[in-house]
């Protein structure tokens, strides 16, 4: 029931909106310019306030494509950014994401390790009012945003593009997981086995995780390779890892016969320029610079209010961008981290 005070208030804005109209009327009738109504909300909502952003290193395309883009998009409107690096360290992040808490940002971007131990420290931060943006490595534990890839559709894209590459050949293929324990490899491992269960010809000779670390990837791919001389494709879940698969595949004189698909942030020299020298086949692009633009705009939006930290459960799923010879050559299909 709407009482007298409600009442009073909507008659109120009604009233506002009525002359506001009126005087804008009679203003562009007199040929005379309008102050937007909105901008100095907007611009006091935003100013003042502090974003964290803890990636799981900042060594990396990826964490530097996504602070410089948050940067540019942000700070003009007097809000500021501030990194905290735990430089592959589990706890170093746990420890900077809970003295983050401590200071009360309006937002902290989160890049989990893994799926579990920044948990309770999201759900924590989210119970005191800030806000958790969850950028492409999702938490068992749901927050106001998630922003990033379908990890799901990256499996299944790769593993089609091997599949067919494999047609003709032994069909024997290997997997080149990243961290067992993040969200990002087990749902690539879904989408890889989802096409797996309709090509019953693909035998999986090798699946194993490299940790993200490119020297242990090139080291595990020259096992496999000596192995199965005969193997036709890698399925490999990140290019900065790859870059070690792909090494082992060219010291064994098998690039071009050993099909190596894999995914990454579409970063120009991790990407493009890997797919055109031929080290890389196929590599899916999650595109850095709309990501970071997307989390942006996501944060612009929470800051003006009407949205308790934690109510909404919001995803956003950036659009894919596969890269082959076909297209790694044209402008706009990679970006370059040094034009950020």
Same mark, same amino acid.
């Given at each position: ?8 208030? *909507? ?31 907007? *611009? ?14 900042? =060594? ?8 410089? #883009? ?58 005191? =009012? ?47 997981? =990243? ?11 879904? =989408? ?63 690039? #071009? ?47 003006? #209010? ?35």
């Amino acid at each position: 029931m709407k009482t007298a005070s409600d009442m009073l208030r *909507r008659l109120a804005l009604a009233t506002t909106l009525v002359l506001g109209a009126a005087g804008a009327t009679q203003a562009l009738a007199q040929g005379k310019g309008l102050d937007e109504p909105f901008r100095d909300g907007y *611009r006091k909502a935003l100013a003042g306030k502090t974003v964290g952003y803890i990636p799981v290193a900042m =060594g990396f395309d990826l964490a530097q494509g996504w602070y410089q #883009g948050l940067k540019k998009d942000l700070e003009p409107w007097g809000m500021k950014v501030v990194v905290r690096d735990p430089n592959w360290n589990t706890n170093a992040g746990a420890q900077a994401l809970t003295a983050l808490i401590a200071e009360k940002p309006a937002v902290i971007v989160v890049h989990n390790p893994d799926i579990q131990t920044y948990a309770k420290l999201i759900r924590k931060a989210e119970e005191e =009012g800030i806000y958790i943006v969850q950028i492409n490595m999702r938490s068992t534990q749901p927050s106001t945003a998630y922003v990033g890839a379908d990890w799901v559709d990256i499996g299944e894209r790769e593993a089609n593009a091997v599949v067919e590459a494999c047609k003709g050949k032994s069909n024997k293929i290997a997997i080149m997981q =990243g961290a067992p324990t993040a969200a990002t490899s087990a749902y690539t491992l879904k =989408g890889v086995e989802n096409v797996l269960a309709k090509n019953p010809q693909i035998k999986v000779v090798s699946n194993q995780a490299a940790d993200w670390d490119a020297a242990k990837a090139k080291a595990l791919t020259q096992t496999v390779l000596k192995q199965n001389p005969d193997l036709c494709g890698i399925i490999g879940f990140w290019d900065g890892m790859d870059i070690g698969t792909a090494a082992a595949i060219k010291e064994a004189g098998l690039t #071009g016969k050993v099909f190596l698909a894999t995914s990454g942030g579409g970063e120009q020299k991790g990407a493009c320029d890997q797919v055109k020298s031929g080290a890389f086949d196929y590599d899916v692009s999650y595109d850095v610079p709309t990501q970071a633009s997307n989390m942006a705009a996501m944060i612009k939006w929470l800051v003006q #209010g009407g949205v308790k930290p934690g109510a909404a459960k919001q995803n956003i799923y950036t659009t894919l961008i596969p890269i082959t010879k076909a297209n790694a050559g044209a402008d706009g299909t990679c970006w370059k981290l040094s034009a950020n």
